[in-house]
């Protein structure tokens, strides 16, 4: 049985402060993750709505993505090899913040609307360095954070990445309004993205906590460079195959003459599936050929433990609704149901993820007394139903509820020029949702955490994270073309059903997850 906490011996001064000092390293690695998220996220479709680009073609460049869900590919190499001076962890932070730094420059010196494809191309070279940043922060926080501590670090994890989403997501859209706030461009609030992450990387460099030395893997470094190098080969012939052989032939199967102007986007959706299907099993192939041992012995480390692969069905299921109700939240606000910049930068970007940043801290703590798999199923239900708000925002349009008045103010760093208008139904809605999305984030990396080896923690972190991240990439595409197929309130409700098999889910992996929650140090056990 898990120690209680009402047995545990009483902490001394002395590591009070130790133990601060994890909890406030973890929630300034949240705000380093959550900037350059919102940047290939939220933000980056706020940009290209007032580009004038269409709510299909946004859905598809929420594909810039994609690395957060291949990231287990490379995490490996960040397992094994260790820059100089400042450790394996410390040392990766450091090189990927500097380089989202330089990304984000030249992604604000370049045109989404006259120049797409190097603007796209741009953007997936900042998510793949994001993710690679997200890789080491998470293999950080797991191997920083003690056991009992998880609940409340992951609950500041998600309240320096939300604060973060605030800044770049919420506050940067008042700053680009023209009329409300102060009318800045969106490359001026990406320059300043890039100083920010200057500023993390010298965080990371002077300020993290040490970690103890801990087992590497023990691989041949040869072998692991070469078969990076193999499963990248391999993904690129699965993209060349797709795009020169089996897209055109979808696209001649189904995007024929008097289809319809979206039979072409469904064609691409269905080539992107196809791509998928084809690279996967062409990457595993080349990873064993190559023996890539550290990307191998990761996963069969993970798969060793009972309950694994239906674990990462779970993990994939259960945001998927979330997903599906926010991949095009902000186009959804800002073209479907007209309100301003101003409106919902202050609504949904500032006040919601204030909200998700109380829903987190109230999770945590909820978790101390409910344990992982009731927060996890209390939290997954309120989550399935928020979405049916956003149905109810979709009917009912504006002006249904009484709102209220924001007043003017200028703080300096940020400007409301005039008093703002909040529709009372927006606000209600957005409440509701970040509510329990930031409780259900909080219980959510807490499990993905309670998961991971030490030995592999990158690898295996990113490997869960990244099952994670695939209904929030990759259902993308499929809802730009669903929104403008069925409409709005249909997508909605086609939302919230798609929670409802994580929940049955969770429920047959009642007593797995329940196991997880037994502190290993308590029983004996040891790392394997």
Same mark, same amino acid.
């Given at each position: ?11 001394? %001064? ?40 269409? !709510? ?42 500097? /380089? ?32 690679? @940043?997200? !890789? ?43 009329? @409300? ?36 893997? @023990? ?66 192939? /080349? ?17 060793? @433990? ?9 993990? +994939? ?24 910049? /101003?409106? +919902? ?54 002006? %249904? ?11 300096? *760093? ?32 807490? *499990? ?19 099952? /994670?991240?695939?209904?929030? !990439? ?9 929104? $403008? ?25 009642? $007593? ?17």
């Amino acid at each position: 049985m898990p120690t209680s906490r009402a047995d545990a011996p009483a902490l001394t %001064v002395a590591q009070r402060v130790v133990a601060a000092h994890r909890l406030i390293a973890v929630t300034l690695l949240g705000f380093a993750s959550g900037l350059p998220l919102a940047l290939t996220g939220q933000a980056l479709q706020a940009w290209l709505s007032m580009e004038g680009l269409d !709510v299909a073609t946004i859905g598809f460049l929420s594909l810039v993505g994609i690395p957060y869900t291949f990231k287990f590919l490379w995490a490996p190499l960040m397992d094994r090899f260790e820059l100089p001076l400042l450790g394996r962890r410390r040392g990766w932070l450091v090189l990927t913040q500097l /380089a989202l730094a330089g990304l984000l420059l030249l992604l604000a010196a370049t045109s989404p609307s006259g120049a797409t494809r190097a603007f796209a191309l741009l953007a997936v070279a900042v998510a793949f360095v994001s993710a690679s @940043q997200d !890789v080491v922060i998470d293999a950080y926080r797991t191997d920083l954070l003690p056991p009992g501590e998880r609940g409340l670090g992951s609950s500041l994890n998600v309240l320096g990445y939300r604060l973060a989403m605030i800044l770049s997501g919420g506050i940067a859209l008042i700053w680009t309004d023209p009329a @409300q706030g102060g009318g800045w461009t969106w490359p001026t609030v990406y320059r300043l993205m890039a100083a920010l992450m200057v500023g993390a990387a010298a965080v990371s460099a002077l300020l993290l906590p040490r970690l103890p030395a801990a087992a590497r893997p @023990q691989s041949v470094a040869r072998h692991d460079l070469l078969g990076f190098l193999a499963v990248l080969a391999a993904v690129a012939v699965g993209y060349v195959v797709t795009d020169r052989a089996v897209a055109p032939l979808l696209r001649a199967l189904i995007a024929t003459p008097g289809a319809g102007p979206l039979a072409a986007k469904w064609a691409d959706l269905a080539a992107l599936l196809a791509g998928i299907a084809i690279t996967l099993p062409l990457a595993a192939w /080349a990873a064993r050929r190559a023996r890539f041992e550290t990307l191998l012995s990761g996963l069969a480390s993970y798969f060793a @433990q009972p309950g694994a692969a239906a674990f990462l069905a779970f993990i +994939v299921l259960y945001k998927l609704g979330d997903a599906f109700a926010g991949s095009l939240m902000t186009p959804f606000l800002l073209k479907s149901m007209a309100f301003s910049p /101003a409106e +919902v930068g202050v609504v949904n970007k500032v006040i919601g993820l204030w909200l998700t940043i109380a829903g987190a801290l109230l999770g945590g703590l909820l978790m101390l007394r409910l344990g992982l798999w009731r927060a996890l199923l209390l939290f997954g239900v309120l989550q399935m139903a928020s979405n049916l708000g956003f149905w109810w925002l979709a009917v009912s349009g504006q002006g %249904v509820l009484p709102g209220l008045t924001i007043p003017a103010f200028d703080w300096g *760093f940020v400007q409301l020029a005039a008093p703002t208008p909040v529709d009372g139904g927006l606000l209600m809605v957005i409440a509701g949702e970040n509510l329990s999305g930031g409780m259900g984030t909080a219980a959510f990396v807490a *499990f993905l955490m309670s998961l991971c080896n030490q030995r592999f923690t990158a690898t295996q972190f990113a490997l869960l994270s990244a099952f /994670a991240s695939v209904g929030r !990439v990759w259902v993308g595409p499929l809802a730009g073309v669903l929104a $403008e197929s069925i409409g709005w309130p249909t997508f909605f409700v086609v939302s919230t059903i798609a929670a409802l098999p994580a929940l049955v889910m969770l429920w047959v992996l009642r $007593e797995p997850v329940r196991a997880l929650e037994v502190d290993p140090k308590t029983v004996g056990a040891a790392d394997d």
